[in-house]
């Protein structure tokens, strides 16, 4: 089965960029896409297809993938950022995988 | 807009059933394939179970293969999960989502969700 790793927390101060990892063997050759998810609510999708953000979305929230790692990215942060964060891939031998999930922090 | 609304959770006994449901509005039901996802307590998102438009094609994780059945009803724009022979690490909040883009490879829209809680 695929498996997509990231790192349980990532730390922050605010007006700072955040970088969050999602590793996967290959994952370069597959569309990633990653969710934030505060704590009560439903996950929204806050970039799909590696790097395109849905209408709502600020431009502050990129992606990108490449080789062995994707990388979520969230300029100038804010602390309304603050969210767990999961990346998603769909493989074929595993259907919809998550990641285990980013908590991000802005100290 | 789109809404998705889970019920049918609650705590249940070890080997015993329940079946959820998910009251869909704001889209054309009918067009659109759904899933079940899950979420333990403090773990991370489980992808479980997928179904067609038509609610001719299933799929279903391993760890629920031939306990879980899913169905749909697009009269009553509504999805449902049924789960037996539960177990304790079913006890998740399940979420009913939208499958989305070119290879329905993402999750465009999620409900709030549902507790199911497996415990003697």
């Known amino acids: 089965s695929y498996v997509l790793t990231q790192p349980p927390s990532v730390s922050v101060a605010p007006g700072k960029t955040a970088r969050i990892t999602c590793g996967g063997n290959n994952i370069g050759s597959k569309s990633v896409h990653w969710y934030q998810q505060k704590p009560g609510q439903a996950p929204v999708v806050v970039i799909y297809y590696n790097s395109d953000r849905p209408s709502g979305i600020p431009e502050r929230f990129s992606g990108s993938n490449s080789g062995n790692t994707a990388t979520l990215t969230i300029s100038r942060v804010e602390v309304g950022d603050e969210a767990d964060y999961y990346c998603?891939?769909?493989?074929?031998?595993?259907?919809?995988?998550f990641g285990g999930g980013t908590t991000l922090t802005v100290l | 807009q789109v809404h998705l609304v889970e019920s049918g959770g609650g705590l249940v006994k070890p080997g015993g059933s329940l079946r959820l449901s998910c009251a869909a509005s704001?889209?054309?039901?009918?067009?659109?394939?759904m899933s079940w996802i899950r979420q333990a307590p403090g773990k991370g998102l489980e992808w479980v179970s997928y179904?067609?438009?038509?609610?001719?094609?299933?799929y279903y994780a391993d760890f629920v293969k031939g306990r879980f059945t899913i169905s749909r009803d697009n009269a009553k724009n509504s999805l449902y999960l049924q789960m037996n022979s539960l177990r304790a690490e079913d006890t998740a909040v399940y979420s009913c989502?939208?499958?989305?883009?070119?290879?329905?490879?993402?999750?465009?829209?999620w409900g709030q969700g549902t507790l199911v809680t497996v415990s003697s």
């Open positions: 989502a939208r499958p989305s883009g070119r290879d329905l490879d993402f999750f465009d829209h």
């Open positions: 179904i067609s438009s038509s609610g001719t094609t299933k």
């Open positions: 998603q891939v769909w493989d074929s031998s595993s259907d919809w995988v």
């Open positions: 704001g889209f054309t039901f009918s067009d659109y394939y």
